[in-house]
């Protein structure tokens, strides 16, 4: 079936610091989602990408639908300590609306 | 987005009891997701709930197990039953609204 590989699967940086994951699949996928999960708290999409070579920028967020729709990154720039927590990337099945999840990257970030 | 209320938010449960889990939504939708995301894990799908017809499960999750209602395109629950400390988890509802897909606060569920 459709698996997600992302990584890293922990980070740990200093404030300011820039900050890259991605994700990786052996399946196409149509749209790729970036979520961040607090503790307690659901998913919080961040980003969506609908279209191969899709760079798309949220603040100091930017992530990237690969050309070959394999794959996607997210970048963070000029980290804070508000970004701590999971970041999962996401993309429903093909020929389905049921997501299926990487296995997240946890970030944290000293102050 | 769509704005989804889930509760309870928490519970701590005996184990042998079921606890049910209420997903309502600010607006119409054709279908709810329910999601299970073991300690430490990613989110693993349970099932999907469209209005007027049975819950569709992954595989690994069965009917009397989680057996979930969709009274309306609004609302639906999902119940834990027979609960083991296996299903210590965090249970989230999901709806695939115009932003992408949205999901409530979850419920964090401890079975001792």
């Known amino acids: 079936g459709q698996q997600l590989n992302q990584s890293p699967q922990s980070m740990f940086i200093q404030e300011g610091e820039d900050v890259s994951m991605n994700c990786t699949s052996s399946?196409?996928?149509?749209?790729w989602l970036w979520y961040k999960q607090d503790p307690g708290e659901g998913p919080v999409l961040l980003i969506a990408?609908?279209?191969?070579?899709e760079l798309t920028s949220n603040g100091r967020l930017t992530a990237q639908f690969g050309i070959t729709r394999k794959d996607s990154f997210l970048n963070i720039s000029a980290s804070i300590p508000s970004d701590v927590g999971i970041y999962f990337c996401?993309?429903?099945?093909?020929?389905?609306?049921?997501?299926?999840f990487g296995k997240g990257t946890k970030l944290t970030v000293n102050p | 987005s769509a704005v989804i209320s889930q509760k309870p938010s928490r519970d701590i449960c005996q184990r042998g009891t079921s606890l049910t889990i209420q997903c309502q939504v600010d607006?119409?939708?054709?279908?709810m997701f329910w999601y299970r995301q073991q300690p430490g894990q990613s989110l693993t799908l349970i099932a999907t709930?469209?209005?007027?017809?049975?819950?569709?499960?992954e595989s690994g999750f069965v009917i009397d197990k989680f057996p979930i209602s969709r009274p309306n395109l609004t609302f639906s629950t999902l119940t834990v039953s027979n609960m083991s400390p296996e299903d210590s988890s965090i249970y989230l509802c999901?709806?695939?609204?115009?932003?992408?897909?949205?999901f409530g606060s979850g419920t964090r569920l401890t079975v001792v």
């Open positions: 999901s709806v695939d609204s115009t932003y992408g897909y949205t």
């Open positions: 399946s196409i996928f149509n749209t």
């Open positions: 990408l609908y279209k191969a070579g």
């Open positions: 996401a993309g429903p099945k093909e020929g389905s609306e049921k997501l299926v």
């Open positions: 607006s119409q939708v054709t279908m």
């Open positions: 709930a469209n209005q007027g017809s049975e819950a569709t499960y």
